[in-house]
């Protein structure tokens, strides 16, 4: 494929801010569902292993709360964005493919280790 003069690649300094957007939307938008899919797979997980404990859980405050984290745990993925905008100039933009499966995986271990801590800590304590 041959770059033409308004085309460019992930990896060239040559990039417009609007263009630049439009990449990082489709490298974080797809990864979203598999980090969502991620920590709802350790909900399920604490859900099955501790089941007796956690059955007191299940009404409509604690539903609340799962639903408020979940968003907060969404608008933190977003802060991908922000590390995108930061890793955006042009000696940057090599390394970009790199950085960005770097910044995902951390991130999403990070929310991980919090989700986890929170379950135990936070939701498990009330029901012990």
């Known amino acids: 494929m041959a770059n033409g003069p308004g085309a460019s690649t ?4 040559d990039v417009s801010p609007a263009q630049g957007f439009r990449e990082a939307i489709r490298y974080w938008e797809p990864r979203r569902l598999v980090y969502n899919l991620l920590l709802s797979a350790v909900a399920v997980g604490w859900l099955v ?3 007796p404990r956690l059955r007191p859980a299940f009404s409509l405050i ?3 709360q799962m639903a408020a ?4 745990a969404n608008l933190l993925y977003s802060l991908g964005y ?3 905008l930061a890793l955006s100039g042009a000696a940057a933009r090599a390394a970009l493919p790199y950085l960005r499966g770097a910044i995902w995986v951390l991130g999403t ?3 991980i280790i919090l989700e986890n801590y929170w379950i135990a ?3 498990l304590a009330d029901f012990s």
């Open 49 to 51: 292993f501790t089941w």
């Open 62 to 64: 604690p539903a609340l």
């Open 69 to 72: 984290l979940a968003l907060i």
């Open 82 to 84: 922000l590390a995108e």
């Open 109 to 111: 271990v990070l929310a």
């Open 10 to 13: 992930a990896g060239s300094p």
């Open 121 to 123: 800590d936070e939701i």
